[in-house]
Every structure is written in structure tokens, then in C-alpha cells.
């Protein structure tokens, strides 16, 4: 009688409501029926988006988006930026490259988030910049880049600034219209709640200008398509019906708790998480500058195999939490609180976390880590 | 208490074990539960592909596995033949331009298959074609090409031979290693009764030495990452986790019935549906030397609107089948008999035909498509 429990980042838990949504009998996407479901997908996710452009539902990983808006706005031999601050960041650059694309590089501690005026200086720099890719919540490290002050920097020169929201939207605010953001790239398996297999993408007026002119090579995530479909209320290849419909079960949920009170939620979910971790001797990897509320990134003290801690949690208990990756493999666990994840789930999460350092011979006062979230929980 | 029954060519209709499938709780991918229902998958898969080389799984429409096999196979310059006897068809060609690929295009009418002569005699004129791209069952005609007969002209060369087999595999038959064919695309949401979200490709040694030089640009479709992850068992990307789990029943289901079993049932299905044409008066749009037994394209009389048809079926009834495309708008309804559609689906469908086109006007003896199916399917 294990439990399921995912506190990871993605795929997150799926509400029995969503699930039986995905359990219904299908319908064709050709019909009045599904263009009635895509029409209110599209609604909601304006809403989450905080735009009024229209968003366009990609069948595919939160990837296949990121790529979408690199091999739609940058043609070979472009100018780009990009913000390397981990494993998510990185891809960004190698996105860019894969399209002949040779970006400028801002290399950032694993732990820290850019500083916007690092890229105003190469936007100075260099007038022919066409776009800036970064990451709102760096997944690999805990990080919240400020996408406001990014946005700042970039919205009155010529480039674009595109966004990874992937594991962050609906979680932490992103105003793309009052910030200015050009383009916000996220996926239905971090705080949409959903199974993977859909992400979303949405351009500002200003980005579907370069889509115009882009000549990269592209067929399946040719934005112009999308686009064109919308039109007709409608996509380009037949998308993953199931999960739309779904979407519109998770876009309920959220309009119902509403956008400020879901952050909040979040944020004290993520306080909860670093308190209790410090309160097990423990510290949070990530700066205290731009700790994110997406994901808690714990350190792990030399004697305890991060690894171990994942292992023994998931297997053992049914709890899934993340190990550390590339360079920080075993040495720290990440523990996500998205989608619906609530204060309860955390206090199993934190109590087995417990449980399994005890297990491991870490020391500490059992019972510290639950009760320091308690408290933020309950103040 | 209308039904809800789908004779359409992709999605198909979802077995209720196959959506119960799809409402359980999620696990996450990087497991060795997951890991688990991948090794079966790629298993199951390796069967109905007829092959020992390796199935990958994209998280995508058909279509997006159309173009891994474009953006990894061919270099802008390279030489290609496609064949264009129908909307699939041209998608192919549509592909290799967006590529930088000129395609030798084999115009074909449509309701015709492509005669393989025709193939040969353009690979003997230009030894320096790298691929040719057919297409199994052409879904906007009903038209099935002699695979095999296109292996017997290609394989010998230097080009590889490369099948949509989206709407075909697993109704009816494709050999992959014993006819030579290099690569064979597929999808979910037709023969495998899934809903829309995963597609499939396979590759011969031949095949993949062409991926390994290939200049394209690609990154979500780059089927070096997806070989390499392979070797793990792992997805280059966060796969579409819920459907691979339900694709697992769905292979249980194939391999209990076997394949040989499947395509005769299908054969079955598609001949009753045909008869039953015949007998309402009305004939088959597909030349008789290459009907599909993947779904049957009928032909209205002029005084029928088969957009009509359609949308009274669709929206009165609750039975969809597919209307006409381009130039075949209104002229044509198109009953597919695909995936877990059994003989009593067929008759409920050719019922509900009868209803409608009595509805409309059309003279014919009540019950005679019906009892025309009935007569197949009982001897």
C-alpha cells in the first residue's frame, strides 16, 4: 500500500478529477465538439499567460516548444543571446546552435541568476541581437531568473526576449504583456498538472515579425501554421486531443483559486520547504537572492549520497523527490512544490526526507524539519 | 443518449481498458517503473514493425515523426523522390522542400497507386537519390501501395525507402526487415487505438548511416539523441508517459489477437463495407487494384452532399466518419475501419448511412447495405 507521491519537477501529480478527464472516451479534433474545448483551452491560457495574444498548443515536450521559438525567430548566421546558469539554460545555447546560430554566452554560478545589466551591456554592444532566451525557473538549480528586469532591458531594443516558463508558469507571476516579454514557452506537466505531451507558446506582435521572415527550415513547429490555424480555431496536425481536454479541467482549477492566490500558495509552500530544511542543519543550494518558489534545491552534507536519499524515498516510501544533475549528481535533492501539491504533501515529503536521513546516519532532532514547516504553514 | 462511435481515419476509437489506462496516476519517467513499460513498449512495437532494429518513441503527431524521417535523412541539395497520389502524399514533398530538398514528384491520380516501375525508372536516371518516401495507405483516398514492391526497386540501391505508415501499420501488413524497407513511421492514434500525442520510428543500419551525416538542422527530432538514449532505456525528452503506459495494453491486445489474425479481421471489415457500398448504389471512389482495408472512400452520387452526410451522422447520430478532401470535398465519405472497430460497428455505421441518405432523398432499398455487410461478415 505505497504511496505515488511526486514532488518532482515534472511530471507533477495529477488530480483524480484530471485524471478521470483523461480517462473519457475520445473525441475528433474536427468537429464542433473539440473546437469548443480548444477555444476555452486557448481562453484560459491567455489568462495564465497574462496576454492578450493568442497562445498555440504544441504537441510535444516543453523541448519541442523551446525549439519551436529558436527555429521560428533565428535564421543561420543570427545573433542571440543566451544565459547559462544551468542544465535548462544550457539548452537554450545548444538550441541556438543546432540552427547555426553561434550565441553570446552569459555564464552563471549553478545557484545564482543573471544580472539584467550583463545583458544590456551586450545588447549595447551589439545592435544585430535578435533575440534573448532565458529561463524563469532554472529547474536544475532552484533558480528565479527576474523576468521583469530582463524585460526592461530588452523590450525597447531590437531583440526579442523569449522565455523559458516551462516549469514556472502558473506558479511564480509572468506578465507577459505589462513586462513586455515577447515570448513565453511552457508545457501541461509542471503547473498545468497534465501528463506530458502538450506545451504552449505565445509571441508578442514585435517576435511573429522575425517568424515572418525566419529561414530556418521547419514544418512541424512552423509557427505560421499555428497561426494560420488559429484563424479557424483550429491546429496544424492533429494534436493531443486527450490532454486538451484535460487542460481545460486544470485551467478551471486555476481560475478558481485565481493567479495571486496560486502564487502565494506556492510561496508559502517553498518558505515551508527551506525552513524545514534548515531546521535539519541542512541549506538551500540555491542564492537566497532568487531562491525560486517552483523548487526547493536542498544541499546534502559530504556524508549523505544524494543519490541514496532519492533512491531509498521513491523506491522504498513511493515518494519521488530529484537527485542533483550533471555536476551536482548526489549532492543535492530537489523537491518541487508545483501543480497541486499542497501542505500536506510537503510535510510527507519533508518527514520522509527525515525518515531516510535518520536511515542514513545523518544527525539531527527528528521531527525538527515537519515542525518548521508547521510553522510557516500555520502563521 | 446519442453514441459516440468513431469510423474516422485517426483518432479511432479507445478501448475503455486503454482509457482506464489513461486515467491512472502518473509515475515519473526517470524510474525504473517507467523504464519497465518503455523496454515493453519498444518490444511490443519491434513486432508490429516486423523488425529487430530499434522503435523510437517521439512525443508528437505522425506528422512530427514525418519530418524526423526528412530532417535526418537528407541534407539541403539532397535528391529525393515522393509520391503525390493524395494528401499524405504531398506532405511528404511539402517536407523535403522545407528541408532544402527538391523532390523528384511522381504525380499519381487520385484513387490510384503509384505503378513501382516508375520509381525505378527515376533511381536509374539518378544514381545520386538518397531516399524515396511512399506512402502505405493513403488516408485521403483509400489507396494502399504495394510496399513490398517498392522495397523489391529500392533496396538494391543507394537510396533508402522510407513509409508513412501512419494510418497502415498494424491493419494491414508491412514487413520491415524481411521486404527491405529503411524506415517506417507510425503513429498512435490509428492501429494502435491511442489518443494523439506519440509517434513512432524505425530505421535500418542503412537508414541511420545516412542520420549519422546528415547536415539538417534538428534538436527534439534528432534521432542520434534518441538512438543514444535508447541504449539507456531512456527518451531523449520527458515522453508523453501516460500514453506509453496505455500503449503497452494496446499491444497486449495486438499480440493476443496476432497479427495475422488482425489483418485478416481487417480485410474482413473493409470488404463488408465496400459490399454494402455496392449494394446502396453507390461505388468506391479507390481504383479496385489498390483499395485499402485501412478505410473505404465511397463515392456520393451528385445529388448527395457528403459534407451533409457527415455532419448529420456526426452531429445527429453521434457516428463520425470523414468527408472529402480538397477537390474531393462533399464528393466522398470515407468509413475507416481501423483499430477496435469490430463487424457490429461497421453495420451500426452502414445503418446509420442508410438513415441519412433516406433522409436526403437518395433512392435505395432500406437495409440493403446493411444486409450486404451482414453476408460478408457471416461467411
Redesign the interface.
Known amino acids: 500500500m505505497k504511496r505515488?507521491l511526486?514532488l518532482?519537477p515534472?511530471?507533477t501529480?495529477?488530480p483524480p478529477e484530471i485524471?478521470?478527464a483523461?480517462?473519457?472516451?475520445?473525441?475528433?479534433?474536427r468537429?464542433?465538439q473539440f473546437q469548443e474545448n480548444l477555444k476555452e483551452a486557448v481562453e484560459g491560457l491567455k489568462q495564465v499567460f497574462q496576454t492578450k495574444n493568442d497562445v498555440y498548443l504544441l504537441?510535444?515536450?516543453?523541448?519541442?516548444a523551446m525549439?519551436a521559438s529558436?527555429?521560428n525567430l533565428l535564421s543561420?548566421g543570427d545573433k542571440a543571446i543566451t544565459v547559462e546558469g544551468g542544465k535548462f539554460g544550457e539548452r537554450w545555447s545548444?538550441?541556438c546552435r543546432?540552427?547555426?546560430v553561434e550565441p553570446h554566452v552569459i555564464q552563471v554560478p549553478w545557484g545564482k541568476a543573471v544580472d539584467p545589466a550583463q545583458i544590456k551591456k551586450i545588447l549595447d554592444a551589439h545592435k544585430d541581437i535578435k533575440a534573448v532566451f532565458i529561463t524563469q525557473s532554472e529547474t536544475s538549480t532552484g533558480v528565479t531568473t527576474d523576468v521583469e528586469a530582463a524585460a526592461r532591458v530588452v523590450r525597447d531594443t531590437g531583440a526579442v526576449l523569449v522565455v523559458d516558463a516551462i516549469s514556472g508558469l502558473g506558479i511564480i507571476d509572468l506578465q507577459m504583456d505589462n513586462w513586455g516579454v515577447d515570448v513565453v514557452v511552457s508545457a501541461g506537466?509542471k503547473g498545468f498538472m497534465l501528463?506530458?505531451?502538450?506545451a504552449f507558446i505565445s509571441l508578442s506582435p514585435k517576435a511573429f515579425k522575425l517568424v515572418e521572415t525566419c529561414e530556418?527550415?521547419?514544418?512541424?513547429?512552423?509557427l505560421r501554421k499555428s497561426k494560420e490555424a488559429m484563424a479557424d480555431i483550429d491546429t496544424p496536425?492533429?494534436?493531443?486531443?486527450?490532454?486538451v481536454i484535460a487542460l481545460n479541467e486544470s485551467l478551471r482549477r486555476m481560475k478558481q483559486e485565481g493567479l495571486p492566490n496560486l502564487f502565494a500558495s506556492y510561496a508559502r509552500l517553498a518558505k515551508g520547504t527551506r525552513e524545514a530544511a534548515k531546521a535539519l542543519g541542512l541549506s538551500i543550494f540555491t542564492d537566497e537572492s532568487c531562491q525560486s518558489n517552483v523548487l526547493t534545491a536542498i544541499k546534502l552534507p559530504p556524508e549523505v549520497d544524494g543519490n541514496k536519499v532519492v533512491k531509498i524515498m521513491?523506491?522504498t516510501h513511493g515518494i519521488?523527490v530529484a537527485g542533483g544533475q550533471d555536476s551536482l549528481k548526489g549532492k543535492i535533492i530537489r523537491i518541487a512544490h508545483m501543480g497541486c501539491v499542497d501542505e500536506y504533501d510537503i510535510l510527507t515529503g519533508i518527514s520522509c526526507l527525515e525518515k531516510v536521513l535518520l536511515k542514513l546516519g545523518y544527525k539531527f532532532t527528528l521531527g525538527s524539519g515537519v515542525a518548521a514547516a508547521q510553522k510557516v504553514f500555520n502563521t
Do not use: K
Open positions: 505515488n511526486l518532482t515534472g511530471p501529480q495529477i485524471c478521470a483523461l480517462g473519457r472516451p475520445i473525441i475528433h479534433h468537429t464542433p504537441t510535444c515536450s516543453g523541448t519541442g525549439e529558436v527555429c543561420p545548444e538550441l543546432s540552427y547555426g506537466h501528463p506530458p505531451g502538450l530556418s527550415p521547419r514544418y512541424y513547429f512552423d496536425f492533429t494534436p493531443a486531443i486527450g490532454i521513491r523506491d519521488s
